[in-house]
């Protein structure tokens, strides 16, 4: 059976902390994480349960759908990896994430209530000019 030695056990403590604080995403990434987040594409997990001292966050970075990666320009080394984040980024991704479901169900609602034909096929009589509308002419 092979041993670890533990010399150094406030070397082991400084990497445990680093590890509970997380890393913070450079701004192309979190801008490339924020406009995941807001369609949905973003997994978050606070680190440590049951330690009420750890604020970081695990963030699962999901690849977008081919339509959305089509118009989206990400990095390949964002899309299907984890990372922690420290708080304060965690934080306001889980607001962007809120505010994304937010918009996109004011989208759905709106197209719900649109009434397409009433606005394809409807002409005041007085948007022709002359009063009488396309079907008083011969």
Known sequence: MKSIKLTDVGQI????????????????QFNQAARLAWLGKLVLMPLDLEDPETKSYHVYVEYPDPFVAHFLDLDDDLGGHLFIL????????????????????????????????FKKFYRPEDQDGDGGGAEGAS
């Open 86 to 117: 420290d708080s304060e980024q965690g934080h306001y991704l889980a607001e962007i994430i809120e505010q994304g479901v937010r918009d996109r169900a004011a989208l759905y609602e709106d197209l719900n209530r649109r009434d397409f034909y």
């Open 13 to 28: 403590k400084n990497e445990l902390n680093k590890y509970k604080k997380g890393k913070k995403l450079d701004i192309r």
